[in-house]
């Protein structure tokens, strides 16, 4: 029996991949439902199709999100178009989706794209919210994001930990590459999961799992890693940001890829701050980390994604 | 989501089987990867 199968029948997880976040459809009392977290823009109507058939037939009232990365709310709008849901986000960067402002809500930081949208509501942590039948505790989890909530459901005992936790470690810990701080956060994030107890986590991304220990000793261990050397955080940020834009864009010239990731403030900061070298030079350094250890593949000048 | 082949352009995986993915079991998994390689190689030809 996979982990999704011991899920209440209400909570149905549409399990993407890295480019765009999981999706949470709860099926609320009243017939309509809820959906957590939309996925990455350009994914955006093979979401709103995964959405219409899980659906089938009752309408979608509220999408939730754990937190504003691209690859989390990057279907907000669609599915807003879609099917007239509300969108509630955590309070943190209301203002800055108000405004859509694109460098505070990191999508320039990160050459990401999203398409606009705004919010009918907030969701504070401290609160509760009802989702598919159950009462939801919203926590506050920073560390990944400064922004970012996790849903915790004591009843079924079922937490949705966006990218505060992974079954294999967690989402990159933005604020400490521009002097931040992140690690301190993601530890409190990380106890607090384990003082909850869930029986059950639904990740941001990858399949849901039910061995927590396990998965909080491994990220405990990349915890300690990485805030034993910032360069070392640092460094995995730049492959991932790069693997990323690869996901998106699937091939990309050397040069259309140094242009692109010139563009994004987090690239230029880790350069400047841990490699301070030339930055096509540091561009292609990424681009060889990734080939050796089989996440790209080169074909004469052209970087393309290795579909794993 | 490729519109003659139904499949999505990343992972080669038809809407039915991303939507079912989390659900299936470890060997309906393993049955679509052996589909997805036949598919690749559809694809890049």
Redesign the interface.
């Known amino acids: 029996m996979t982990a999704a199968e011991r899920l209440p029948p209400a909570i149905r997880v549409l399990e993407r991949g890295w480019l765009s976040s999981n999706n949470v459809l709860l099926f609320d009392d009243d017939g309509s439902a809820t959906l957590v977290d939309t996925g990455y823009v350009t994914h955006r109507e093979q979401t709103r199709e995964l959405v219409r058939r899980a659906l089938q037939g009752r309408s979608l009232a509220r999408i939730v999100n754990t937190h504003l990365h691209s690859d989390h709310c990057g279907g907000n709008a669609e599915l807003q178009r879609a099917f007239g849901a509300t969108i509630h986000i955590p309070p943190g960067h209301a203002d800055a989706v108000a405004r859509w402002d694109e460098d505070e809500l990191t999508f320039v930081a990160t050459g990401q794209q999203c398409e606009r949208f705004t919010y009918d509501g907030l969701i504070e942590p401290g609160s509760e919210i009802r989702m598919g039948g159950f009462a939801w505790q919203v926590h506050a989890a920073s560390g990944h994001d400064p922004h970012s909530v996790v849903l915790w459901a004591p009843g079924p005992g079922v937490l949705i930990s966006a990218d505060a936790l992974w079954q294999n470690g967690f989402g990159v810990i933005f604020p400490e590459l521009e002097g931040e701080s992140g690690f301190a956060e993601q530890r409190a994030i990380l106890e607090l999961i384990g003082s909850l107890a869930p029986r059950l986590v639904i990740p941001g991304h990858g399949a849901p799992f039910t061995d927590l220990g396990a998965a909080l000793q491994r990220a405990h261990a990349r915890l300690d890693a990485l805030s034993a050397s910032l360069e070392r955080n640092a460094r995995h940020a730049a492959k991932v940001l790069v693997k990323f834009y690869l996901l998106e864009v699937r091939k990309v010239t050397m040069q259309d890829l140094v242009d692109h990731v010139a563009g994004a403030r987090y690239f230029r900061v880790i350069n400047e701050r841990y490699f301070r070298m030339p930055f096509d030079e540091f561009v292609r350094r990424q681009v060889t980390e990734l080939v050796a250890s089989g996440a790209a593949v080169m074909d004469g000048d052209t970087v393309l994604d290795s579909g794993g | 989501?490729n519109p003659s082949s139904g499949w999505?352009?990343?992972?080669l995986r038809t809407?039915?089987e991303?939507?079912g993915?989390?659900?299936?079991?470890?060997d309906a998994r393993r049955a679509v990867w052996v589909e997805l390689a036949h598919r690749?190689r559809q694809a890049s030809a």
């Open positions: 989501m999505c352009s990343g992972c809407i039915d991303i939507a993915w989390s659900h299936m079991s470890d690749r």
